[in-house]
């Protein structure tokens, strides 16, 4: 058995909902963008960022590693899946108006190549498909910015709703 290696990180503590109520989607993703709001914990825990936003659409960049690997020595499923959901939540989100939230009902993920520590850093680009008052959609692409190879795409259906005040 080899020698542990150890991961730390440190997060802020997610910004309570009822201080950015009065934001928009896009206004309340620029303002993580921008470093105004800090961006949720999972961002750190798994190593990705939200780098980019505009109506309709949202650009993630993620940094494979070791500590992300499954047992048969590749980056686990589970951290594409990740990746690809908050970039595909975050696009629909940016075209939703204060008050209004958003969650994830449906998630198809299609990996199709393996991704290794040495892959370097990965770009998941997101684009709403449909936005209405009750369901949106959303598809989006996970490429190596060196390799310029897809690894996986991805579609979301979300449940929209009016946030509950207080």
């Known amino acids: 058995m080899s020698e542990s290696v150890t991961r730390t990180h440190s997060w802020v503590p997610p910004t309570p909902p009822a201080e950015v109520a009065h934001l928009s989607g896009e206004e309340f993703l620029r303002a993580i963008v921008e470093g105004r709001i800090a961006p949720p914990p999972i961002a750190g825990t798994l190593g990705f960022e939200l780098t980019d936003v505009k109506p309709g659409s949202a650009v993630f960049e993620g940094q494979t590693g070791e500590h992300l ?10 951290y594409l899946a990740t990746l690809l959901d908050s970039a595909l939540g975050c696009a629909v989100m940016s075209l939703l108006p204060a008050g209004i939230g958003y969650t994830t009902v449906q998630l198809n993920v299609n990996m199709v190549r393996a991704v290794h520590a040495g892959v370097g850093l990965l770009r998941c680009e997101a684009q709403t498909v449909h936005v209405g008052r009750t369901i949106g ?24 709703f009016p946030l509950k005040s207080g």
């Open 137 to 160: 959609t959303a598809e989006a692409r996970v490429v190596g910015l060196e390799t310029g190879k897809l690894y996986a795409h991805a579609t979301t259906t979300c449940a929209i």
């Open 69 to 78: 690997y499954n047992p048969l020595g590749t980056v686990h499923g589970g």
